[in-house]
């Protein structure tokens, strides 16, 4: 028989009393049970949600960080990117006056070759110095 059937079939209130004391304490315990494990996971709560701002805090320290980080190195890729930029333009001249030399060198020997060939007389008879002066 259950303790609501007793109840029902009690008949004084002594009677009903002696039954339903047993349960009154049973629920005053199973409330004071409830009551602590509410405040346990209250507790745990608590603390997980300290342990994940703490962790979010750090990893928005770390992203802050990362930042700067990136930001120095974007500066100092910027700084390379515009020294070379320079240094080319520095070469430019450099290049195209080398490229004019590498050009006109040629044509001049083979110029001068060729006059030589076709006038050899004119060393003979006047000398290397000669040509020299004829060449002005």
């Known amino acids: 028989m259950s303790a609501i059937d007793r109840v029902k079939k009690s008949r004084g209130i002594n009677e ?8 009154a304490q049973s629920m005053a315990t199973l409330a004071d049970e409830a009551r602590q494990v509410m405040s346990q996971t209250q507790q745990a709560s608590e603390a997980q949600a300290a342990e ?3 962790a979010q805090r750090q990893t ?3 992203w802050v960080e990362l930042a700067k980080e990136l930001r120095e190195v974007a500066a100092e890729v910027s700084s390379a990117a515009q020294s070379a930029r320079s240094a080319a333009r520095g070469w430019t001249w450099k290049l195209w006056a080398g490229v004019l030399i590498a050009s006109v060198t040629p ?7 060729s006059w030589l ?4 007389q004119i ?8 040509l ?5």
């Open 52 to 54: 994940w701002l703490k």
């Open 132 to 136: 020299v002066f004829k060449l002005k």
């Open 117 to 120: 060939w076709l006038e050899p």
């Open 107 to 113: 044509i001049l020997a083979l110029l001068i070759a």
């Open 60 to 62: 928005g320290a770390a």
């Open 123 to 130: 060393i003979e008879q006047q000398g290397g110095i000669w």
């Open 16 to 23: 009903l009393a002696e039954q339903i004391e047993p349960l």
